[in-house]
């Protein structure tokens, strides 16, 4: 059933890339992915819960607060509170998915990304190992997501899209370099390089938070290539070219790259490979954007896009990757 929804959802996304709005009304397309979104999570959670998210239905069941839930309590508390009101594991994982899936479309929508672009990210394969494994990465990096796609105007609100990100899983904070660097405030930017510099320390000062479990399959560099492919797609797309509305694109996308390498000689491969994950997400609407600012027949590259992020999972499965 759940191979059937992925296959659905790789369906839409190449029906969608088709044009880049199939769906003229706003409002129409709204309800269509919140739709999808909701049989989505549907889907998911009324199947066996996998180990990792067997944890988080354990810990809706749990009394403690300990610091290993306070510090990222969006989830761990967040999820334990509503499960005493709906005395539903799975209904609390669905309306938690809800919640991410709206802020993700938000985000999509302050991107200005074409239609097909929100069902191509829902099976893009980090998405999927997300939602599945690494769920308070996973949502954490949809609400830093919200808060890259936001103007510098608005301040307040990224910074509390920022702050959630960072309560729902603490990797947020190595992204905190970009965050900054792409304000156009000076004091922001000046901040932006410290934490470029302090990158290293915070990650040694988190090694012993991280997981050291591993698959047994170092993807490091399988992680590094994607990005450098990213890279070179965006590179050569710009025809080496920097435009102002292309600077946001490049600060992740050399965050990533550095930030990828920092955590792969400092922490075990899994840490590497999970933030290489979290990167892969912030730069896929900066890869879609790419395509479409520089080409103009592009329905075959949102295609081709489409079928690479899914590729993976129908090739190797879940398991393959990181648990």
């Known amino acids: ?78 999820q334990r509170y509503l499960y005493q009101i709906l005395g539903s594991q799975e209904a609390v994982f669905i309306l938690f998915d809800l919640i991410a899936l709206g802020v993700l479309y938000k985000a999509f929508k302050n991107y200005r990304l074409p239609q097909y672009a929100f069902f191509s990210f829902l099976c893009f394969f980090p998405f999927i190992l997300g939602i599945q494994n690494v769920y308070r990465q996973w949502y954490s990096v949809i609400f830093v997501l919200y808060a890259f796609s936001m103007s510098h105007e608005n301040l307040s609100e990224r910074y509390f899209s920022f702050l959630l990100a960072g309560l729902s899983h603490n990797v947020a904070g190595l992204f905190s370099a970009p965050f900054f660097l792409m304000s156009k405030r000076i004091w922001e930017k000046i901040l932006g390089v410290v934490f470029v510099f302090l990158t290293p320390i915070a990650v040694l000062l988190s090694a012993d938070t991280k997981s050291s479990a591993s698959t047994g399959q170092n993807l490091v560099l399988a992680y590094l290539f994607l990005i450098a492919l990213i890279s070179g797609v965006m590179v050569i797309a710009s025809r080496l070219k920097v435009r102002q509305h292309e600077i946001k694109g490049y600060i992740i996308l050399l965050f990533s790259i550095y930030s990828v390498v920092t955590t792969s000689l400092l922490l075990t491969s899994t840490g590497a490979e999970r933030t290489a994950m979290f990167a892969l997400m912030l730069l896929y609407p900066h890869l879609i954007l790419s395509l479409e600012w520089h080409f103009k027949q592009s329905s075959i590259l949102r295609a081709a896009l489409s079928v690479l992020g899914f590729f993976p999972i129908l090739l190797f499965g879940t398991r393959q990757f990181i648990l």
């Open 1 to 78: 059933m759940e191979l059937v929804l992925y296959f659905f959802l790789a369906f839409l996304s190449l029906l969608f890339s088709l044009k880049e709005k199939i769906i003229p009304s706003e409002r129409v397309f709204g309800l269509l992915y919140f739709v999808v979104s909701l049989v989505m999570s549907v889907v998911i959670r009324f199947r066996n819960f996998d180990v990792d998210i067997q944890t988080y239905a354990d810990a809706m069941l749990s009394s403690s607060f300990s610091f290993y839930y306070l510090r990222e309590p969006v989830v761990w508390i967040g």
